[in-house]
């Protein structure tokens, strides 16, 4: 039996986080390898990853990471969908495969449950699915008394939910070739191609079968997922230091705190777990680092610099700033006195406009996102849910209300109003 890990999507609902989203990192390992792990936990060692023509390289480092599996790696043309996906492996496949969204994070009990299911049932297709209590915008079960699968729906609007069944891509074909030939058939090759392809089986005659699935489960499909998927690492992480790690003895260090290799801990700092200090780092003088945070690798938390229940990458650099329920991607840099609001003085939930549509974040406290290699100045202030997309710049003073895109410099000009520009190559 094969597990096919698709790897070739596109996340179109994540800016400013840009990139894959199963090669972020958790406490220095990314996703996929986390994935990888408890496939091969559960006794599944033969694995494909289908990539696409912008990651394969990427993907292909990871694979002597493990060589107890036999992995073999797939490409996509184009990210042009699931469905697209799982046939790139057709020549690859076995007549069992185990199909895997490991953008999608859950408990190796998920493979278990669902071998089990297959060991004592006679379904052409295993479905993990998960009930739920609010709309999520993702793809839903509709079952019968017997968990036989009857339909899916994929992505119906808030409010026309079929049931309160939800898809998690953790699907058991036990006959891949009839997989393939129902994909084959489906005519119009859109974002559901794929569940059009389920559809056709049921049609056939094939049983789809609903395996409920209790355990913990975080997808992540907007960027403030990336805080649960934190919380759920930090959790499963007992502490420790790592004997490379030099910690002053001035230093306050309480709770579930896992410290990395070469990381410096100077005088008067306080690190309240859980928390993760990734390689390299160096928590500077009266710096407070609290409330399920994970700091990347090779980063920088300068003097009496606070950072509260946020995911920070690599290489980002801070100096006298305060931080909170926030994201920061690779390579950032905040001047001294830039500040991430995360709480409206109104409180209540906070809700983020994204294509034209408003999205529920769920959460009362939420500070700023940012992409990749950008930047403030001097006494910023970020407001809470604000976006900056990869390699902007906001610059000294300013009062950032709204979301500002990729390569794009705000600033105050002379007579303290915002001026907005794109920045040039180079």
Same mark, same amino acid.
């Not at 058939?185 to 389920?198: H, I, P, R, S, T």
């Given at each position: 039996m094969q597990v096919v890990f698709l790897c070739g999507g596109a996340g179109k609902r994540m800016f400013p986080i840009a990139g894959d989203k199963f090669l972020l990192k958790f406490l220095g390992k990314t996703l996929l390898e986390y994935q990888i792990e408890q496939a091969l936990a559960a006794g599944l060692n033969d694995i494909v990853i289908v990539g696409n023509q912008q990651n394969i390289e990427r993907l292909r480092k990871l694979v002597p990471r493990f060589p107890q599996a036999r992995i073999a790696l797939a490409t996509q043309g184009e990210p042009s969908g699931m469905a697209d996906a799982v046939q790139s492996v057709q020549k690859l496949a076995e007549d069992e495969i185990i199909v895997v969204n490991p953008s999608d994070i859950f408990e190796g009990s998920a493979y278990a449950t669902i071998l089990e299911a297959r060991k004592g049932g006679s379904a052409s297709t295993y479905i993990l699915g998960t009930r739920v209590k609010e709309y999520f915008p993702g793809g839903y079960l509709v079952v019968d008394e017997e968990k036989d699968i009857l339909h899916i729906v994929e992505k119906p609007r808030r409010g026309e939910e079929p049931s309160n069944v939800v898809n998690i891509v953790v699907h058991l074909h036990r006959d891949a070739t009839a997989l393939f030939r129902c994909l084959a058939?489906?005519?119009?090759? =859109?974002?559901?191609?794929? #569940?059009?392809?389920?559809e056709g089986m049921i049609n056939e005659g094939h049983k789809l079968k609903l395996v409920e699935y209790g355990g913990f489960w975080s997808p992540i499909k907007y960027p403030w997922h990336l805080l649960a998927a934190m919380e759920y690492f930090l959790d499963q992480k007992p502490g420790g230091i790592a004997s490379s790690a030099i910690i002053s003895e001035k230093a306050t260090i309480e709770g579930h705190v896992t410290i990395d290799e070469n990381v410096r801990v100077l005088e008067n700092a306080v690190i309240r777990g859980p928390c993760y200090i990734g390689k390299n780092s160096v928590i500077g003088n009266n710096a407070l680092i609290r409330d399920c945070s $994970?700091? =990347?690798a090779d980063c920088v938390v300068g003097f009496s610099? #606070?950072?509260? $229940?946020?995911?920070? =990458?690599? =290489?980002?650099w801070f100096h006298l700033n305060y931080i909170g329920d926030s994201i920061i991607a690779d390579r950032c840099s905040f001047g001294a006195g830039t500040i991430t609001a995360n709480l409206r003085l109104g409180e209540g939930k906070l809700a983020i406009e994204s294509g034209g549509e408003t999205l529920d974040t769920g959460l009362d406290k939420l500070g700023a996102i940012i992409g990749a290699d950008s930047k403030t100045g001097i006494n910023v202030s970020l407001m809470p849910g604000v976006r900056i997309g990869p390699n902007s710049i906001v610059g000294p003073h300013v009062m950032l209300r709204r979301d500002l895109g990729p390569k794009r410099m705000i600033l105050l000009d002379s007579a303290n109003q915002l001026v907005e520009r794109q920045i040039s190559p180079g």
């Open positions: 058939k489906v005519k119009d090759k =859109g974002f559901d191609a794929y #569940e059009q392809a389920l $994970h700091i =990347g610099t #606070e950072i509260k $229940h946020s995911y920070i =990458g690599d =290489g980002c």
